[in-house]
């Protein structure tokens, strides 16, 4: 965290499940000479991996990401949930639409969807389906070191074969790091190789699977948590950037 970040603001989404929201840095008045510090800014909804209420692991990306202009929440989710976590997920996705303005946010400049690990899969799946209805779907999407060939608990269809038979109807990016060993980068790789519209952009950073989110795997916490790791460092930042880009900051 720099001198100019702020702690995120802790809200919830629905009863019992929080949701942290990450300002760009300088508050509603922003730094001297920031032209877009005070909003609106775009928006980008940050879904964890599998672990149960995880949203702390992406705190260091989501701090990376509004450094760039972009409002960032980051929702608790239960994968463990009855459901897998479907109706966290879209809760999540709904609160984004409805209140991001409440923090200065505009999804009319654009939502962007992204999800780390299993979430990715989820983030793709949501965004392309046909019955994700129009004042839901995100302007783009955005998977992170995930794979693509199961079925999505939220919506059923597995994204690798769904999206080598119909287009995108959003722009779609990708993310996955060369050395990752839990989730293999010929994963994305394959639903790159599938897309009958190519991905807007395929990020391939020499880093692991907690590298590209700018953290590292703690054995001792049994958590993923931030890192100083100059391949992590390389690596996170270039996500950020992504997802900046992937919500219309250039």
Known sequence: MTSADAPPIT??????RLLDVHRPPGGPAGPPGGADAAGPWPVVLLWHGKGPDERRELAPLARETARHGVLV???DWRSDAPDGGRDHLLASLRHARRHAADHGGDPGLGLVLAGWSVAGREAIAVATHPGTPDDLRPT???GIASSYARPSITTGEAPLLALADRPSPVPLFLVHGTRDDLVPADLSRALDTALLTPAA???QPDSDHAGVVLAEFDPAAGRCVATTAPHAVLAGRATAALLARAAGRR
């Open 11 to 16: 809200v919830e989404y629905l009863p019992g």
């Open 73 to 75: 929440l980051v929702p």
């Open 140 to 142: 783009a999407a955005v």
């Open 201 to 203: 952009e395929f990020l």
